[in-house]
C-alpha cells in the first residue's frame, strides 16, 4: 500500500445519497427542419434534410431501440426490396419503400442471417442452441439444426446450401473463468483484452441446410470472428482472429471444406502497429475490402485484396476522412462509411459524419511484404452530420443494392433507429463550404507522427524531480505501457498513450517523495502532463472505513439509470472495489477512506469525483482536476454529455 495520511472517516449520515445527473440539451427543429442536439425519448421526424449537407434522410424504423445489423452482415432481402433489422430482441423486415415493418420473429434473438438466394431468415436466440428459419413471405417458423453449446451462426452462402459460425469447444472448463482484473475498468477493451488472452479451443463450422449436419472445418486457440461467406462462391469464406488488430493476423481465408486456410494480409513487423481490420466482402465475391492503418492512427488506407488474381489495391485518405467502419461496391465505385468518434482510434478534427467515397486510382504502385499493390487516394462527401452521435453504439453503414442510400443505425435523437440518406443530394439544397475532399499527399503531414506525451515529475516546491520511476498503465486493458526515469529536468522520454484511461504512479528516487499515483481522465493526451510528487509521509497510512453509503443514478428526468460502472478507491488506488447499479439505479458501497474518489462510467466514459466529510471552496483546483463534493444527505453529481 501507498504511504498516506488521511484524516479519520467524520461522515455522520445514515444513509448518503448519491444521485448522477446527466445534462442533456432539448431537442429542437429550425426552420429546415434540421435536427439539434437531443437525447429526447420523442420518435424523430420522418425525414428531414441535412442543413449541414443537402441531403434527405429518412428514419425507417419505428420501434425506440431498433438498430440494423453488423456492418459486413447481409441484411437486404434477395430482390433488395427489404431490409432485416432488430428491435426489442425481435426480427423485422422493412421495405425500404413504403417503411412498412413486419415482425418475424420474437424472443431475445442473437443472431440473423438473411439469405442471399431466397426469401429467408436464419436466426438463433440467447441461451437456446437451435438454429431456425423465417420465411420472410410467408411468415413462417421452422427449426432446422442443434449446435454445440456457445456455438453461434453468421453468414449463409451464396446458393443457400450452407451456413456457417464459431463456437468455443464444450469441453473447455477455461470458458468460464475468464475475468476483468481488479483495479481495470470494466470497458468493452478490458473484456476484449481477457478474452484475447485467454486463447480458448474454438472451432470454426459449417451447418448443411439440406441434411442439418454440422461439421467443424478448423480447429484453433485464435479467437474467431467475423465468418462471412463470398458473395458469389459458395465455398469460399473469409473469417478473422480477433483481438488487438496491432497484435494479430487477423484476415483469413478457407474452403468450405476446410482447405486453402490462407492469410489475406500480414503485418509488416518493421512498422510500429501496423492494423487491419473490419473486412468484409466486395458485391463481386472475390474482393475484400479491409480498413489498413499503417502504422495504426498515423496513415490511413481503405484497401482491397482480389482472392483470383491477388490484385491488391491502397486508397489513401486523411484523418478526418476516416471511418470506424466502411462498405460498398468496386464495380459501381461507390463506397461509404460512418464516421469517426472523438474517442475512436482516429477521433477526426472535423466532426462526425456518415461519408460517401469514391475510391481514385493515381497509377503508381508500390510493395510491401505483402507484395505490389496499386496506389489510390479516396475522395469523400458528407451526408450526414453526426454531431449527437454517441459512438459507443456504432452506426454500421449499409449500401442498398440500387446504391441511392446509405443506411445507418444512429442514436442522434437518444434511442437507436435505423435511417437512410439519399446518395444524390436534394433538390436546391445548399450546403457548408468543405462538404468534399480528396486526399492529397501534401494533406497528410499532420498524420506522419503519433501524439507524444511526456510526464514531468516535480518537488513541493515544483523543482525537477531527477531518477524518479514513472509507471504508466492502462485500465482500459489492464497492461502497462511502459516503466520511465525521469532525466535532469524532471521528465520522461516521450510517451504514446492511446486513448485510454491511464494510471500514472511515481515512485520517488531514495525516498525523497511519498509515492504518487495520477490518473489521466480525458483522451488524447498531448505534450508535457505535470505530476507533483507527494510529500513524504512514511508509516502512515489509509484509515478504513465501514461507512456504507447508497449511490443513486437517474437522469436529468429522474429517470433510473441501471448497469453503471462506479469505481470506489482512495486517492491513490490503493483500496479499490467496483460496482454496478441495479435496475432501480441504485447500489451501496463502502467509501474506505476520507476522502475518497468516485467514479462513474456512463457510456464507459469516467466522471471522477471526490466525496469529503469537509471540503475547502476556496482553495485551488488540483492539478489532477477532480472535483470535491461534500458528502451530505444527497450529492449531486453533474455528468455533461460528451
Not at 442439418?212 to 482472429?241: A, E, G, K, R
Request: aromatic letters at 8%; glycine letters at 6%; proline letters at 5%.
Amino acid at each position: 500500500m501507498n504511504t498516506r495520511s488521511v484524516l479519520p472517516f467524520r461522515i455522520n449520515v445514515v444513509a448518503s445519497l448519491v444521485v448522477l445527473t446527466l445534462v442533456t440539451c432539448s431537442f429542437a427543429f429550425g426552420q429546415s427542419g434540421s435536427a439539434s442536439s437531443t437525447t429526447s425519448t420523442a420518435t424523430p421526424p420522418i425525414s428531414w434534410i441535412d442543413k449541414d449537407t443537402g441531403h434527405r434522410v429518412t428514419r425507417l424504423t419505428d420501434q425506440h431501440g431498433s438498430r440494423g445489423l453488423y456492418f459486413n452482415a447481409t441484411v437486404f432481402t434477395p430482390d433488395g426490396k427489404q431490409m432485416a433489422y432488430i428491435a426489442n430482441g425481435s426480427i423485422y423486415v422493412v421495405d425500404l419503400q413504403t417503411r412498412k415493418s413486419t415482425l418475424l420473429a420474437s424472443g431475445f434473438v442473437t443472431a440473423a442471417v438473411v439469405s442471399r438466394s431466397a426469401s429467408l431468415i436464419y436466426y438463433m436466440k440467447s441461451h437456446d442452441p437451435r438454429v431456425f428459419v423465417a420465411d420472410i413471405a410467408t411468415g413462417g417458423l421452422k427449426q432446422i439444426a442443434v449446435l454445440p453449446a456457445k456455438a453461434t451462426i453468421n453468414t449463409i452462402n451464396s446458393d443457400g446450401t450452407l451456413l456457417a459460425g464459431q463456437y468455443i469447444n464444450e469441453d473447455d472448463s477455461e470458458f468460464q473463468r475468464i475475468s476483468v482484473a481488479s483495479g481495470i475498468k470494466p470497458s468493452k477493451k478490458a473484456r476484449e483484452r481477457a478474452r484475447f488472452d485467454a486463447h480458448l479451443h474454438m472451432v470454426l463450422f459449417t451447418i448443411d441446410l439440406r441434411t442439418s449436419v454440422v461439421t467443424p472445418i478448423l480447429h484453433t486457440t485464435d479467437w474467431l470472428n467475423h465468418v462471412q461467406f463470398s458473395p458469389t462462391d459458395p465455398t469460399l469464406l473469409m473469417y478473422c482472429h480477433e483481438g488487438p488488430w496491432n497484435e494479430v493476423e487477423r484476415i483469413w481465408t478457407i474452403r468450405a471444406d476446410g482447405t486453402n486456410n490462407t492469410l489475406v494480409h500480414k503485418r509488416s513487423l518493421e512498422m510500429k502497429r501496423e492494423t487491419a481490420g473490419h473486412e468484409f466482402w466486395d458485391p463481386d465475391g472475390k474482393t475484400i475490402w479491409y480498413d489498413l492503418q499503417a502504422p495504426k492512427g498515423q496513415k490511413f488506407f481503405l484497401a482491397s485484396y482480389n482472392t483470383e488474381t491477388g490484385e491488391q489495391r491502397r486508397y489513401q485518405m486523411d484523418r478526418s476522412q476516416w471511418s470506424i467502419h466502411f462498405n460498398g461496391d468496386l464495380k459501381s465505385g461507390v463506397f461509404c462509411g460512418d464516421g469517426a468518434s472523438w474517442f475512436g482510434a482516429a477521433s477526426s478534427p472535423d466532426g462526425q459524419w456518415i461519408e460517401l467515397y469514391h475510391p481514385l486510382l493515381t497509377g503508381s504502385s508500390d510493395s510491401t511484404v505483402n507484395g505490389q499493390f496499386r496506389n489510390g487516394v479516396i475522395k469523400s462527401e458528407r451526408l450526414v452530420n453526426l454531431s449527437d452521435q454517441d459512438y459507443t453504439d456504432e452506426p454500421n453503414v449499409h449500401l442498398s443494392p440500387d446504391h441511392k442510400y446509405v443506411i445507418f443505425t444512429s442514436n442522434m435523437f437518444g434511442p437507436n433507429y435505423v435511417f437512410a440518406v439519399e446518395v444524390a443530394k436534394a433538390a436546391g439544397a445548399t450546403v457548408s463550404a468543405g462538404n468534399t475532399h480528396i486526399f492529397s499527399p501534401s494533406t497528410a503531414v499532420s498524420n506522419e507522427t503519433d501524439p507524444v506525451t511526456t510526464i514531468q515529475v516535480v518537488d513541493q516546491a515544483n523543482l525537477p524531480l531527477t531518477n524518479a520511476l514513472v509507471i504508466v498503465k492502462s485500465l482500459d486493458t489492464g497492461r502497462q505501457v511502459g516503466q520511465y526515469t525521469t532525466g535532469q529536468d524532471g521528465r520522461t522520454s516521450p510517451i504514446v498513450l492511446d486513448k485510454d484511461l491511464h494510471r500514472i504512479t511515481i515512485v520517488c528516487p531514495d525516498g525523497t517523495c511519498g509515492n504518487t499515483v495520477k490518473e489521466l481522465h480525458t483522451a488524447p493526451f498531448a505534450g508535457n502532463v505535470i505530476i507533483q510528487a507527494l510529500a513524504s509521509s512514511v508509516g502512515q497510512s489509509y484509515v478504513a472505513t465501514s461507512k456504507v453509503t447508497r449511490i443513486v443514478v437517474r437522469d436529468s428526468n429522474g429517470n433510473a439509470l441501471p448497469r453503471i460502472e462506479v469505481l470506489v478507491r482512495t486517492a491513490d488506488a490503493a483500496q479499490e472495489q467496483w460496482y454496478t447499479t441495479g435496475p432501480d439505479g441504485s447500489v451501496s458501497v463502502t467509501l474506505p477512506a476520507d476522502p475518497s474518489i468516485i467514479s462513474a462510467f456512463v457510456k464507459w466514459i469516467p466522471h471522477v469525483f471526490k466525496l469529503a466529510s469537509t471540503c475547502d471552496s476556496t482553495a485551488p483546483a488540483k492539478s489532477d482536476g477532480i472535483k470535491c463534493m461534500q458528502v451530505d444527505s444527497m450529492v449531486v453529481l453533474t455528468i455533461q454529455r460528451p
